[in-house]
């Protein structure tokens, strides 16, 4: 059976055994990308939330990696909630919009959805637009 080796920039010797030679092997399981990118997104003036919806049209919940950007920082998304289900929220303090934001991802059969909400009050908005950027990797694998 024939093996997919590919070594990673700089490396010469094929035939190593040393698997972080390599960019990809196929001996080893690897994710496998669907689609990846980045575009930005905001929270309007006089909202609490904002979000990049991305179609996938997989058929299925796929495994999904995202990061939000803002103000030069990018922060993981760790909050995911899959067709619709409820997590409790987590919290990425920046203190230079007097707030907090919760970064959510979620994630159906067909779309994934990076967001962004303002957390203080229930009736809480932003002032002036927050500008983010999403990034996110859509894997083949499902989750």
């Known amino acids: 059976m024939s093996k997919l080796k590919i070594l990673k920039y700089g490396e010469t010797d094929i035939e190593s055994t040393d698997i972080w030679r390599f960019a990809f ?27 990049k919806v991305v179609t996938h049209n997989l058929g299925y919940i796929p495994f999904v990696f995202a990061a939000v950007e803002y103000n030069s920082k990018l922060f993981l998304v760790t909050r995911y909630v899959l067709s619709g289900e409820t997590v409790p929220a987590t919290h990425d303090w ?9 970064f959510e991802l979620v994630i159906t059969s067909t779309q994934i959805k990076i967001g962004a909400s303002i957390f203080d009050s229930p ?7 927050v500008n983010l950027r999403a990034h996110w990797i859509i894997m083949l694998d499902e989750f």
């Open 25 to 51: 092997h196929s001996d080893y399981p690897t994710f496998k990308i669907a689609t990846n990118g980045n575009d930005t997104f905001s929270i309007a003036s006089g909202n609490n939330f904002g979000e």
């Open 94 to 102: 920046l203190g230079d919009i007097d707030s907090e934001l919760i």
């Open 123 to 129: 009736d809480a908005t932003v002032n002036n637009t």
